[in-house]
């Protein structure tokens, strides 16, 4: 069963400690995951809590989401599964370009030179 929960509109104050704090009053937390901007370092101002149990998780769900915490209102909602599109990556590797058709010049009536099937 889920016990991972989504917390958005967190303040950049905020600490894994801090979480941890929180979300205990409620039950074990077992995990607290606080994504960083790669290039910064600075937290990107949401978490990821997990509960020992369903319970728990609930209850601070219906306790949490909406309260005000460190000058924010929290959205706590339970975390749902990622789901993989393929990848990121160019949208049509094949052409031999850059992947993004009609990414050159405007030409050709508003197509760029690989908007309608490459050069003529």
């Not at 606080?34 to 769900?61: H, L, Y």
């Amino acid at each position: 069963m889920n016990t991972k929960m989504y917390v958005g509109n967190l303040s950049f104050d905020a600490a894994e400690e801090d979480l941890r704090d929180l979300f205990g009053a409620h039950g074990e937390v077992t995990e607290v995951f606080m994504p960083t901007d790669r290039d910064s370092g600075r937290p990107r101002g949401f978490a990821f809590v997990s509960m020992e149990s369903a319970d728990g998780m609930n209850a601070a769900i219906e306790t949490l989401n909406g309260q005000e915490y460190m000058g924010r209102a929290l959205i706590v909602n339970e975390a749902k599964p990622q789901v993989s599109n393929g990848g990121g990556g160019y949208r049509d590797r094949g052409n031999g370009g850059s992947g993004y058709r009609g990414a050159g010049r405007r030409d050709d009536n508003g197509y760029g030179r690989g908007g309608r099937g490459g050069r003529r």
